[in-house]
Every structure is written in structure tokens, then in C-alpha cells.
């Protein structure tokens, strides 16, 4: 039998002994151990007469090293996700008591007024609100005109469109954005007090109250 044939024999004896072990051994033995016995195995398999290239057993010995390289990488980076994640919760503490513009439709009327927002990604030149009661009838539509590209805020004053005063409680708004004639896409953004902060798996999510829930991190639109 040639040397690159007992070689190759040995490797694959080796390998199939490897594989053929118990799940528990496999995960006592790192992918380094692994590699280095399998090498071993192979040099002491080999043809003393034609022992195995120099080459070839660089080439092995760098591919461990790259094993190895990508192993601490992995957990480098699996470290630094994790401290990112653990900073973002200590920053998010920090906004328990402040309100916030997050994604929504929903508006509050209390006392002299209600509070929401809008998001744009360019300028318009008209803008219309319009706010609904909780069965979804308009009770008020308010022009409010050109506006910049993005973060307003609209003010509702508590009016209907028949000059009378609506009760406070819970209401929806919807906005309508043209710039030219042509409709712009425009977010409307709820108002309201961040109560509490639950971290999670891979993300951070902030108690809204009841009409708002729980809202990501990642989608506060401003902070007061």
C-alpha cells in the first residue's frame, strides 16, 4: 500500500472513530482536540520511507489555527453583543418618568389638550389631522399647512369641529400629506410616559401603559 493511501486510510479510520463516539464525548472535546488528534493519528500512520510533506502538514496545522481563530472571534463577539445589550438596559433606566413619541395612532384628551406627532421623510406642503372618537367617527380635522421633514408635534385642543368641547378620555388620529398635489407617506407617533423597562433577548422594551403596551427600544422616536 502506497504512503498517500495508508495515510488517507488512517485519516478516515480516525475521523469514523471520531464520529462513531458518544454525543457527551463529542461535547467534552473542543474542535481543536479534535483536529490535533485526527493530525497525530495521521503522522503516526504515515510511511516512514515517504514521511508526509512539509507542506502539508503546515497546511494542517493552519487550518487548526484558523479553527481556533474563529472560535475566540465567535466569542469576542458574542461578548461584545452582550455588554451592548446590557448598556442599552442601563440607558433605557433612564428614561422611567420621561414621555416619548412611539409609533401609534392613539392620542389622549385630558384638561385643555392632547399631544401626538407625525414623522416625515421629506416636506410637504399640506398636511391634514384628523381625530376619531372611539366608534371612528371624525369629531376634527385640523389643517395644519406646510411642515419640514421629520419629527412635529401636533396639539389638539380638546375642540370638535362644532366648537364644542370634547370629554377627556382616549381617541385615534390619522394624517393625510401631500407635497405637490401628491400624496407623501407621513407616521403618526402616540404620546406617552415610559412607566417601566423589561430587558429581553436582544432587545429592550419599555412599558407604555395600557393604551401603548409594550413598545422596543429601538422605535422611541424622541425623548422629553
Not at 516512514?48 to 484558523?66: C, F, G, W, Y
Not at 398635489?181 to 419599555?206: E, Q
Request: aromatic fraction near 4%; glycine fraction near 10%; proline fraction near 3%.
Amino acid at each position: 500500500m502506497s504512503s498517500i493511501s495508508q495515510v488517507n486510510t488512517a485519516t478516515t479510520t480516525a475521523a469514523s472513530t471520531a464520529t462513531s463516539g458518544t454525543t457527551s464525548k463529542k461535547d467534552a472535546e473542543n474542535p481543536q482536540d479534535r483536529f490535533l488528534k485526527l493530525l497525530v493519528t495521521q503522522m503516526k500512520n504515515q510511511d516512514p520511507l515517504k514521511p508526509l510533506d512539509n507542506a502539508e502538514v503546515t497546511s494542517q496545522l493552519a487550518q487548526i489555527s484558523t479553527v481556533s481563530g474563529l472560535d475566540k472571534l465567535n466569542s469576542t463577539l458574542q461578548q461584545l453583543v452582550t455588554s451592548a445589550e446590557d448598556t442599552r438596559s442601563v440607558e433605557a433606566l433612564g428614561l422611567i418618568g420621561h414621555k416619548a413619541f412611539v409609533p401609534g395612532t392613539a392620542i389622549a384628551l385630558s384638561g385643555d389638550g392632547a399631544i401626538a406627532g407625525i414623522e416625515l421623510a421629506q416636506p410637504v406642503d399640506q398636511l391634514k389631522v384628523t381625530i376619531l372618537d372611539s366608534a371612528g367617527f371624525a369629531i376634527r380635522t385640523m389643517d395644519l399647512g406646510a411642515q419640514p421633514t421629520g419629527i412635529s408635534t401636533i396639539s389638539w385642543d380638546g375642540l370638535t369641529d362644532s366648537g364644542t368641547k370634547a370629554v377627556d378620555g382616549d381617541y385615534t388620529f390619522a394624517v393625510s400629506a401631500k407635497q405637490g398635489g401628491n400624496d407623501v407617506k407621513a407616521d403618526t407617533l402616540s404620546f406617552g410616559m415610559v412607566k417601566s423597562v423589561t430587558p429581553g433577548d436582544g432587545d429592550t422594551h419599555l412599558d407604555m401603559g395600557d393604551k401603548l403596551g409594550l413598545i422596543s427600544l429601538s422605535n422611541v422616536k424622541q425623548v422629553f
